[in-house]
């Protein structure tokens, strides 16, 4: 069930996988799961048994004497009704239980992953409150569930074993007056004895069919979530131009991006500028099909991305995020990445090339040092650079840089553009870009605002043309000439 699930969210659209928060997949993943094989491996086989053991020992009394059978039996009802009144009273409380429980998941989730930002800046306070709250809200859930299902527990434990309650004063009776056998008598208080303990074994085994219930249902959300549909075509197309052609988009009925078209010819620059959020980035996406256009098509050469399998799109495109994520393996696997199936040798020229080679001989192991989670023991600068040695490797005819070096200082920045100029040699590149400077050279730039291309053309003519572009390229200009005086600024002070 664990590997279905994982090949079900490699299937289905990022966008759908990433409204779930990383509390709810783990916990679906592990517990949901584990659950499910607790409840089948254990449940189903144990009660059957007790099922049946208890039908066995009820008819022999039966037929042994039917008087002792019914008074065997007579405290039944009493355990029955404390039962139901928990089973019902369980089924009111079962969905809160379970939102507490997937609330403070997430909440450990994110307090675990955020520890670093959280002591930055100083929110330990407000963020354990967050933290222990929704623990405190969790542990207040169970336990109110708890103390009123003691009770009615505690009621029928005690009265299911209790059959030789009646029976045993009313078989006295019958011995004594001669119509019940001394034989009869002790085969009757057997058996009933032997009544009480299948029975709350089975009565015990009940509420973890609701439970079942609602584990399925859980999983069942994901396996219904809508899934890519792949194509059939398998070779990688000579002409390698990208057109989009009145491409509409939206997130969940939000809309996103409005009839945008544009060609991004072979061994060419288009650069997407514009403000946070206004659609570059899922243009990007869009490519590679982390998601599927609502309206129009993206094409590669003359066919539509939607008609190629996975696996050639993904070797027709290399795709590097500004958002990079290293495995916790070594430095020479996690480039390898790119193609598994390429030498040492070919790792350590494509490094070179992402200007990484350096500070990777610098490490302890060198290539076979291991990154940690998410490669958390390099900069933020050398994982971006192993991402590009990656995405060099590779060598697909279309490379996609979606803000490769936002997050970079600019001594690491030109090292980045030093190594993406080593990638881009005869390829057909789109790059999102939010420093102007980098894409003064670009064969077109496209000015997007709200979805929207509201300019289009190379940095001299939307200069002229675009007061909108010529007024981001101010801002740029300024932003430049401050970052400029604050570095002579701590020259002169140092």
């Known amino acids: 069930m664990r590997k279905r699930l994982a090949d079900k969210l490699r299937k289905m659209p990022l966008g759908h996988v990433q409204k779930y928060r990383h509390g709810t997949l783990k916990k679906n993943f592990v517990e949901s799961i584990e659950e499910m094989e607790l409840i089948l491996a254990h449940a189903i086989p144990e009660g059957i048994s007790n099922l049946l053991t208890f039908f066995i020992v009820s008819i022999t009394l039966w037929i042994v004497d039917w008087r002792m059978a019914l008074f065997a039996m007579a405290v039944m009802p009493i355990g029955i009704i404390a039962f139901g009144m928990m089973f019902k009273d369980g089924m009111k409380r079962m969905g809160p239980y379970y939102r507490a429980s997937e609330e403070m998941n997430e909440n450990i989730v994110e307090y675990i992953s955020g520890m670093e930002v959280i002591k930055v800046f100083n929110q330990t306070t407000s963020s354990y409150d967050k933290y222990r709250t929704s623990v405190s809200h969790y542990k207040e859930t169970a336990l109110e ?40 008598f002790v085969l009757s208080i057997l058996l009933a004895m032997s009544l009480g303990i299948p029975l709350v074994r089975l009565v015990e085994f009940m509420p973890l069919f609701p439970n079942l219930q609602q584990k399925v249902q859980k999983i069942e959300s994901l396996f219904a979530e809508p899934e890519l549909v792949e194509g059939s075509l398998k070779n990688i197309p000579a002409d390698c131009s990208v057109s989009y052609d009145g491409v509409s988009f939206a997130y969940e009925d939000k809309p996103v991006l409005h009839q945008v078209s544009f060609t991004a010819s072979p061994r060419s620059i288009t650069a997407l500028v514009g403000e946070s959020g206004a659609g570059k980035s899922t243009l990007a996406k869009l490519l590679v099909r982390f998601w599927d256009v609502s309206e129009g098509q993206i094409r590669i050469g003359d066919t539509d991305v939607r008609d190629f399998t996975f696996e050639t799109l993904m070797n027709t495109v290399s795709y590097v995020s500004q958002d990079v994520f290293l495995f916790n393996t070594t430095i020479m696997e996690n480039i390898r990445m790119g193609k598994p199936d390429a030498s040492d040798e070919e790792v350590i020229a494509m490094a070179k090339l992402a200007q990484c080679h350096e500070f990777i001989l610098e490490t302890e192991k060198g290539y076979n040092t291991l990154v940690g989670d998410a490669g958390d023991k390099l900069s933020g600068g050398q994982r971006q650079r192993i991402s590009i040695a990656r995405a060099m490797i590779k060598n697909a005819p279309i490379v996609v840089l979606d803000e490769a070096t936002s997050a970079t200082d600019p001594e690491n920045e030109d090292r980045i553009q030093a190594a993406l100029n080593g990638l881009i040699q005869n390829k057909t590149l789109i790059v999102i870009a939010h420093r102007l400077s980098t894409i003064k050279e670009a064969d077109q730039i496209i000015l997007l605002e709200e979805g929207r291309i509201a300019a289009q053309g190379n940095h001299e003519s939307l200069l002229s043309t675009s007061p909108a572009y010529r007024l981001m390229w101010e801002a740029h200009r300024d932003s430049l000439a401050t970052d400029l005086h604050s570095e002579e600024g701590r020259h002169f002070h140092a």
Do not use: C, E, H, M
């Open 145 to 184: 569930w708890y103390k009123v299902s003691w009770n009615y527990l505690s009621v029928y434990s005690v009265i299911f074993p209790s059959t030789l309650l009646f029976l045993l004063p009313a078989g006295t009776w019958f011995y004594v007056d001669g119509s019940l056998t001394t034989s009869q």
